[in-house]
Structure formats: C-alpha cells, structure tokens
C-alpha cells in the first residue's frame, strides 16, 4: 500500500469515527422535557430536538437553541394535537400532519413551547 492510500485510509477512518461519536452522543442525551398541559393554548408553538436521521443536520442549523423541528398546538375535545410538516427519513414523502402531542413529544431530547 502506497503511503497517499494509506493516508486516505487513516484520514477516511478518523472522520468516519468522529461522526459515528457525534452521532452517538446526539443520539444519547437524556430526555430533558416536562410540560405543564394546563398552561398550553391552542396557537402556541411548539419546539423538539428529535431522533430521526435529519434531527441532527436540522439542530445544528439552528445554533442558538438546537431545535429540529416546530409545530403549532391545536385543541379539540379529545386533547392536545400538533399541526407540523413532517417527511419519511427515506423517501422524502411528506406534507402536513395533525399529530396527537403525545406521539410529537415521543423521543423528543428537548422540548419547549412558546405562547401566543
């Protein structure tokens, strides 16, 4: 093996661990949401750090708080739901989706809600 190959392997080899340890820490952080549902209005918005494979490329856009995605808060009789674009990780399929709160908040590493 010539010693260029060799470099590019190491070099190759280095950057392919320093992302999986990036990944591995993002991926590794403690849940950190507690919500108090009777203070939520409809209108307010909410805020997550998810899991999903673009979480982490979404968070890092966005320096100041590390939030990956938004929703809007809406209630009915049956409680609290969000309004939010969501995608398949995959195929990039995706549109507007009304998605009961407990099932956003799932996984979600922080959370934080601003009022209307």
Sequence with gaps: MTLTRWLLLVLVSSLAAA???HRFEYFNQP??????LPDFQSGD?????????WSPYFAGLNSDTGYSHVGVLIKDE??????????DDVSLMGGVQRTPLDEFLQGALKVEVKHN
């Design 19 to 21: 992302i999986s340890w």
């Design 31 to 36: 849940n950190s949401h507690v919500l108090n």
């Design 45 to 53: 918005l909410i805020f997550r750090q998810g899991k999903g494979l």
């Design 78 to 87: 049956n409680g609290f739901y969000v309004l939010h674009s969501d995608a």
